[in-house]
């Protein structure tokens, strides 16, 4: 596996970013996308400069199979894409924000992975990026649920259908990300304190705990067709 490419979308920031550290240290070859160029170059650094970072917006089936010519043939794909929108009471979220959040997650998940087979090996692996708010019942995630939902479905659909391809899936819980930093740092450090007396390991997830779990996916070449949740067991709470 030390010699071996991964491809990371969204991989500027937040889970993506932290994915990319893990494998790097781990001896893999590792390139970032992004569509924020100033973001890409920052994460860019941040890594020390060890991946290399390519510009495309993953909303853009044309944009992502032009990314993928440039990038040449790899072996692993991680989609770490995600979206904000479709939150809120069932009654009243707005359908325009719900389709805003397929766009930015299931079809740019769907769309970057159908762009990524031609040059992607066949020894290698596909790791979609969902959420626990497709397995938890949780008032007022409806419409992000459903998007989340959509992509945790792709996994055994796609590993039984894109086979030797391994197709695995994480659902990362409550985890301390840029994702959260809509809230002021006081509502946020509340909301986090509650989520953590609810979960069973008593914290908020970190960005290093999904991070390895995308690592053990990627490396453990008997996983296929699986969905990893990894939320410390907030969706058991009542």
């Known amino acids: 596996m030390a010699s071996q490419h991964a491809v990371i979308l969204g991989g500027s920031s937040g889970i993506g970013l932290a994915t990319a550290r893990h494998l790097l240290g781990i001896g893999f070859q590792v390139t970032i996308t992004g569509r924020d160029e100033s973001k890409l170059k920052a994460a ?8 290399s970072a390519i510009t495309a917006d993953a909303t853009d089936p ?4 032009k990314a993928f010519v440039q990038i040449g043939p790899f072996d692993h794909l991680i989609l770490a894409l995600g979206s904000g929108k479709g939150v809120g009471p069932f009654a009243a979220v707005d359908l325009d924000t719900v389709r805003q959040g397929f766009d930015e997650k299931v079809f740019a998940h769907f769309g970057s992975a159908q762009a990524a087979l031609a040059t992607l090996s066949k020894t290698g692996s596909i790791v979609f990026i969902s959420a626990v708010s497709a397995q938890a019942a949780m008032p007022g995630t409806a419409g992000i649920g459903a998007a989340n939902a959509a992509v945790a479905a792709l ?3 796609l590993a039984a259908e894109l086979k ?6 994480v659902s990362p819980g409550v985890i301390d990300t840029p994702w959260w930093d809509f809230l002021p740092p ?3 450090g509340m909301a986090f304190a509650g989520f953590a007396a609810r979960t ?10 999904v991070a390895q779990a995308i690592g053990f996916l990627v490396t453990d ?4 067709g699986h969905m990893l949740i990894c939320d410390g067991g907030v969706r058991l709470a009542g």
Do not use: W, Y
């Not at 860019?44 to 060890?50: I, T």
């Open 44 to 51: 860019h650094s941040a890594l020390g400069g060890s991946a």
């Open 62 to 65: 044309v944009a992502m199979r």
């Open 155 to 157: 996994v055994p659909i």
């Open 164 to 169: 030797p391809i391994r197709v695995n899936g």
């Open 186 to 188: 006081d509502q946020k």
């Open 200 to 209: 069973p390991v008593g914290r908020v997830g970190r960005l290093e705990d």
């Open 221 to 224: 070449t008997f996983m296929c």
